[in-house]
RNA sequence: GGUCCGGUAGCUCAGUUGGAUAGAGCAUCAGCCUUCUAAGCUGAGGGUCAUUGGUUCGAAUCCAAUCCGGAUCACCA
């Protein structure tokens, strides 16, 4: 247990003693890291109890203080400041701890809890290569998935992959009849990167055609439907639709282009996935679901024919489920996909969404829609909703090229890695192959960390001409403390992880330093940040954790000498300390997909 | 117009169920390498927490209204 939750349950027991009569709620106890201006460790809140027991809050406190110091070991002391309760804990509480923990390389990780978890994430459209804004996606998805393994859950990690529909169309269009049947082989062009060159050949293409038809007088709304290249990418949907042979093979060629591309992306992005969907085999899903919600009067048919579900008791509009035609649109592929990924699971205990923003009333419909009908998979539906990553001048459109493209950024990344590594002097003693790793170790790390570290929810704008910081609030910082220890380690030829009884002779007999204590009581903070992470959909949460510890760490460092220590029991809690911190560091960091050199 | 999300230092962002004098990073300025990695540390300046009202011992946090920004409300995906 925390030593916070500890704190809660004894302040709590503490005052039903001294107060047998009085009603005291265990949500009216708040219990917070002391400030660091005052003496104390942790806070106990005294203002919610003295109107119910007509006391002053220092005479409460000064009952409890001494109540809890006389009858639990923890504390030592206490100090009344304003109706707050500084509570002192005993140095031999931080040094069991590390003792306890420091070569615990599963420390904050929960037992298995037996429950399936999905995170959907990435769900690319097979048109283009992968933006800056997939990235905020991708790192967001592999993390969560991380984090809720870490709490317990049985994760699985899917790749709904929109590899058909008009968008794939256009690409396939322009390359007949541009590309001379160019290939990535024959271009030496990443498929993707390929494919999406003639996405955006076919809007360059469609708006000459479009301009030439308004020239001629055609009404702009009008010329947009009938220009040419418009007309032949849904005459080629059409055909695709029907399953005609040529425009079949083609479109399997192009999407497999495609995910070459991508799985070489992934690879260097550092993400997997344990199941993929294509909606080429999904799209026709649903529509048994939406027979059953007309039988179950949960939808209702319009005279023309189309299926609607009245949402607007629940503050919404009325939705569209099936087309006059009985052809399905998106909503009812989802509604067959989420129940899909269900079956396919056995059962979800939640399948999580990892979609932008935009989609959030999509998103709240189809939840709302499937727990009308009943359906089994629909509480456990979670849209983990994230902003944005926009321009300075606005959103990113890949139609108008003004994307950032995400391995052109991976390069940028590592070669300013490079250049300031080099600006640095701190290429001695490498190789070049350990530079070059080194290299995308930073790049890679400063820009997870900086799509990471942002509160999901909040959209981000992201300058290209001011590159991602390596200095401050970044991955670099972490790792850089991270190097530190691990050179501290090497010279006192320690592994990075010591065996149980390294330290076997430490005893506590000297007062532990303020800054020692620091890093302790970060370090014990760890589960309950990871726990956190999980319940609030949010790795940022471990972003700003691991900065913070490497920051405390930092300044522990310039204050004490670890390998010349004071005395032998000064360096082994030193020891202790620092193995742990980095333990700790490597643990959150690899959640997130980062990685955190020895050496750099 | 309806619904949802956001508005905190010049910039980018934290601020855990309401708790102490609102915190980091960047940028600016001033210090610190004969001592375990200076990609670091220490310090300074910088704030009407969008505005107004309410709830109470206490509000950046909760409620209401208003202002600003964004998303969304298709027989598109």
């Not at 089994?376 to 493209?405: F, N, Q, W």
């Not at 532990?512 to 620091?518: D, F, R, V």
Request: proline letters at 3%.
């Amino acid at each position: 247990m925390t030593i916070a939750a500890q704190i809660k349950i004894a302040a709590e027991q503490a005052l039903k003693s001294l107060f047998p009569q009085a009603d005291i709620q265990p949500s009216q106890i708040t219990v917070n890291q002391t400030k660091p201006e005052f003496k104390g460790d942790y806070t106990v809140v005294l203002f919610p109890f003295v109107k119910s027991l007509r006391m002053k809050p220092d005479e409460l406190g000064k009952q409890l203080g001494d109540y809890l110091v006389a009858n639990n070991e923890l504390f030592t002391s206490y100090a009344i400041v304003s109706g707050f309760l500084n509570l002192t804990i005993k140095d031999s509480y931080w040094a069991n701890f590390l003792t306890a923990t420091y070569n615990n390389t599963s420390f904050g990780v929960k037992e298995k809890n037996n429950k399936k978890v999905m995170v959907e994430y990435s769900s690319p459209n097979t048109n283009k290569p992968l933006h800056f804004g997939h990235m905020r996606n991708i790192f967001l998805g592999y993390a969560m998935s991380n984090v809720l393994k870490t709490n317990g859950y049985d994760v699985v990690k899917a790749n709904l992959i929109n590899d058909r529909g008009i968008h794939i169309c256009k690409s396939m269009i322009a390359w007949m009849r541009y590309a001379n049947g160019a290939t990535p082989e024959s271009t030496g062009i990443k498929g993707d990167h390929l494919v999406g060159d003639y996405y955006v050949k076919f809007n360059d293409i469609y708006k000459e055609e479009v301009a030439k038809l308004v020239a001629e007088g055609v009404a702009e709304a009008t010329a947009e439907k009938e220009a040419p290249i418009m007309k032949e990418a849904q005459e080629l949907l059409r055909k695709w639709e029907a399953g005609d042979k040529e425009v079949y093979s083609l479109w399997e060629k192009m999407n497999g282009w495609v995910y070459e591309g991508f799985d070489k992306s992934y690879k260097r992005l550092g993400v997997d996935f344990d199941k993929m969907y294509y909606e080429s085999n999904t799209y026709l899903l649903g529509k048994s679901l939406v027979e059953e919600g007309l039988k179950k009067g949960v939808l209702f048919k319009k005279e023309d024919g189309s299926v609607w579900i009245d949402l607007t008791a629940d503050g919404l509009d009325q939705k569209l489920l099936l087309r006059s035609d009985g052809t399905s649109v998106y909503m009812t592929q989802d509604l067959g996909t989420a129940q899909l990924k269900y079956n396919d699971c056995g059962g979800l205990e939640q399948s999580i969404y990892v979609i932008a923003d935009e989609q959030n009333y999509h998103m709240q419909v189809l939840k709302l829609i499937l727990q009308k009908m009943g359906e089994p998979c629909a509480d456990g539906i979670y849209h983990l909703s994230y902003g944005m990553v926009e321009l300075p001048s606005g959103r990113m459109k890949s139609r108008e090229g003004t994307v950032v493209d995400a391995d052109d950024m991976m390069d940028e990344m590592a070669s300013m890695a490079k250049q300031q590594t080099e600006e640095a002097g701190k290429t001695e003693g490498f190789t070049q192959e350990e530079l070059d790793k080194l290299y995308t170790t930073i790049g890679m790390g400063a820009l997870k960390f900086y799509l990471l570290r942002v509160d999901p929810k909040k959209k981000m704008i992201f300058n290209p001409k001011e590159s991602i910081d390596l200095h401050g609030f970044t991955a670099t910082f972490i790792q850089y403390a991270h190097a530190r220890i691990c050179s501290i380690l090497r010279k006192e030829n320690m592994p990075l992880v010591p065996a149980k009884d390294t330290f076997a002779s430490f005893k506590l007999t000297q007062d532990i330093t303020p800054a020692e204590k620091k890093l302790a009581v970060s370090l014990e903070q760890y589960p309950s940040i990871l726990e956190n992470a999980a319940t609030e959909y949010n790795p940022s949460l471990l972003c700003n954790y691991c900065f913070a510890l490497a920051q405390q760490f930092n300044s522990f460092y310039d204050e004490h000498s670890i390998s010349k220590a004071e005395n032998e029991e000064k360096k082994q809690l030193r020891l202790m300390l620092i193995v742990m911190t980095a333990q700790v560091l490597r643990h959150a960091m690899n959640l997130l997909g980062i990685a955190l050199p020895e050496k750099m």
